[in-house]
């Protein structure tokens, strides 16, 4: 039996797969790395955090079975999308990595838009927002011109990875469409794009496809890893878009609900013509020549992890999300919203923050903790209206990421949205993704979608619960109405922080 591995460098860990050529996933392992808040709205990485965590999760995976390193044919990639990595010319990081949640670029964003709005959205496919790349670099270059200086190329955090793995520096196409630098239709930077911004095309490096194999492990990283030197390293993808793989979302009307530290809503686009008029993103896939389009909840597994931190720190996730069973659908008028890093879709609001209305003297701990679970869910609600609006709806939703290990949370998902929810095997969607780009850049399936129907297995389907459903509807409602409510007072506040 031969194998493959998927590293999935998320924002909260890396969890790495080694799956066979049947798509069992036959080991897993993960390590957390810190994420650094300095100021109000920032959120940066050590790059040299996820080399360690990535290194020990490939030595534990190793060590969990039999194995042998040189049955392990090829690795590759998910990676958290649009991180700043700035390099210099010896490939040294320049300085921490500026994060897809930090929100420092608010005035970035509207240079972006003041100077070629229309321009911007016809090219990039998206609207210019905080969490992209170039409103990152625009940043460092107008706060930080001695680093801006010293920098000879920028890559993403999955990119800088498997640079540090191979030795080869390039930027994978479904992550570098998250740049907002790149002509996503052609397939290719944007030299209007650069030239716009002062941007030297130089910093941006060639560009690979998903399932090109870019190398093999240096000598140096396969000695201390364990792996076998001959390993095939391909390109990989980014976590959104092997989400969308690792959930079979490979054909027109599939969609997907991903909670990780952000949530995301996404559906297959069969070309780049689908127009949200920048409501939602539009990136590439990491299927050939194929695209996707998604909202985002800035803040969804993580403003669960936030309030579990807070307020239950010993616990584990799977008892305290399970206490919220003992309250009930609207958490005796309890109501979160979940802004509580700001909000990307559908506001693009770097100043929201979150709210709890409706406290009362009655309520439990298990209250909020159901509340928290709903207001995320809420949030991807917000997401589909938008789809639904553009005359989108969904049969089903395949659920991925940590929050799909919850049974309650799914069906909390299949009430909230009235909709099926579909449960994997394994909800590691962007792992099982990665492993599946090893896979066909192997040539073990000729396709993705072949892949698929071997890799991605159904274990259940939620059904909506009608009167759930009817008591989510009138929740839902009131939640709508949070945001403007909300919006100038939590802005306010944040002079408080
Ligand atoms: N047992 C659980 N039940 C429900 N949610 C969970 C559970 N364990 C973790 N989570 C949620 O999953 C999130 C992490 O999901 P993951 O997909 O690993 O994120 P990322 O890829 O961003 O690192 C956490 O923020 C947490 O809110
Ligand atoms: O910014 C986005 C997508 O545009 C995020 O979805 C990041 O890609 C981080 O993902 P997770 O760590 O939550 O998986």
Redesign the pocket.
């Known amino acids: 039996m031969k194998y493959v591995i998927g590293v999935?460098l998320?924002?909260?860990?890396v969890?790495v797969l080694l799956v066979d050529q049947k798509g069992a996933v036959v080991a897993q392992a993960s390590q957390p790395y810190p994420l650094s808040q300095p100021k109000p709205g920032y959120s940066e990485q050590d790059p040299e955090d996820w080399m360690r965590g990535v290194t020990a999760a490939i030595q534990e995976l190793l060590a969990k079975t039999d194995v042998a390193p040189t049955d392990i044919e090829g690795l590759s990639y998910s990676g958290?999308m649009h991180g700043l990595v700035l390099l210099d010319a010896q490939g040294n990081v320049l300085r921490p990595a500026i994060l897809w949640n930090d929100t420092r670029t608010t005035a970035q964003t509207a240079e972006i838009t003041a100077k070629i709005g229309a321009q911007f959205l016809a090219i990039t496919r998206n609207r210019p927002l905080e969490g992209f790349t170039l409103p990152k670099l625009l940043w460092v270059k107008e706060n930080e011109p001695v680093i801006f200086a010293q920098a000879a190329a920028f890559v993403l955090p999955k990119d800088y990875v498997r640079y540090r793995m191979t030795g080869q520096l390039e930027m994978e196409l479904s992550d570098a469409a998250g740049t907002v630098m790149l002509d996503v239709a052609g397939k290719k930077w944007s030299q209007a794009i650069c030239d716009a911004f002062g941007i030297p095309v130089s910093l941006c490096p060639p560009l690979v496809e998903a399932t090109a194999q870019v190398g093999t492990l240096t000598p140096a990283y396969a000695a201390v890893s364990g792996l076998a030197p001959a390993t095939a390293v391909f390109g990989g993808g980014a976590?959104n878009a092997c989400g969308a793989i690792g959930a079979g979302v490979l054909q027109p009307q599939q969609a997907m609900c991903s909670?990780?530290?952000?949530g995301v809503v996404l559906t297959y686009e069969p070309d780049a013509t689908a127009d949200y008029h920048g409501q939602l993103h539009l990136f590439n896939h990491a299927a050939p020549n194929a695209f996707y389009s998604m909202g985002v909840t800035l803040a969804a597994?993580?403003s669960?992890?936030w309030f579990k931190h807070t307020f239950a720190p010993d616990e584990d996730?799977?008892p305290f999300?399970n206490s919220a069973a003992t309250s009930i659908p609207g958490a005796h008028g309890l109501l979160f919203t979940p802004y509580i890093v700001g909000e990307r879709t559908p506001y693009a609001d770097a100043t929201i923050r979150g709210s709890f209305i409706g406290v009362d003297s009655k309520q439990t701990r298990a209250d909020f903790v159901r509340a928290v679970l709903e207001g995320i869910t809420f949030s991807f609600r917000d997401i589909l209206e938008i789809y639904a609006a553009n005359g989108k709806t969904f049969k089903q939703l395949v659920s991925i990421?940590?929050?799909a290990?919850?049974p309650l949370?799914l069906q909390m998902q299949a009430d909230v949205f009235n909709t099926p929810i579909v449960r994997l095997t394994s909800e590691q969607g962007?792992g099982l993704g990665a492993a599946m780009l090893a896979a066909v850049g192997l040539g073990w399936f000729a396709t993705l979608q072949d892949c698929a129907a071997q890799f991605v297995q159904v274990k259940q389907v939620y059904q909506p619960d009608p009167a759930a459903v009817a008591q989510y509807q009138k929740l839902y409602e009131c939640y709508r109405d949070v945001y403007p409510a909300t919006k100038d007072l939590t802005a306010r506040l944040i002079d408080f922080q």
């Open positions: 999935d998320g924002t909260s860990a969890k958290q976590d909670i990780g530290t952000s597994g993580y669960l992890s996730f799977t999300v990421g940590g929050g290990k919850s949370w962007p």
